[in-house]
């Protein structure tokens, strides 16, 4: 069974992913905070920038086709080669949702 390294490449975390398991499993495995909600390839929470290397994600519906080329879902995507991959990153599609109060600015709390 072959296993890849992932690397994320803002906190330099390193961790070992087999080709049948998803990153955001493994991530969840090693308390790395990934962040994530649905888990099925719809909210784009678990979404990574791919910095270096390939991954397959055929079940990240949330993604467009040319979207899954850069991004990576976590909750979906399993390693095809070593990665380099920058969490936190999402793409185009959310940003109307995250200026709204989406996943990017989930954490944020009403000011008064
Ligand atoms: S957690 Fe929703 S798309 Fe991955």
Do not use: N, W
Not at 31 to 37: R, V
Not at 68 to 97: H, N, V, W
Request: net charge negative; charged share 30%; with cysteine.
């Amino acid at each position: 069974m072959t296993t890849h390294t992932v690397e994320f490449v803002t906190t330099g975390e390193t961790i070992e992913v087999k080709e049948t398991e998803t990153i955001l499993k493994r991530c969840l495995e090693e308390g790395i905070a990934q962040e994530y909600s649905c888990r099925v390839g719809m909210c784009l929470a678990c979404s990574a920038e791919i910095v270096e290397g390939e991954v397959t994600q055929p079940a990240a519906r949330g993604l467009t086709e040319r979207e899954a080329e850069r991004f990576a879902l976590t909750c979906m995507a399993r390693p095809l080669s070593d990665l380099k991959l920058d969490r936190g990153k999402y793409p185009p599609s959310i940003e109307g949702d995250a200026a709204a109060g989406g996943a990017e600015s989930a954490g944020a709390a009403a000011d008064d």
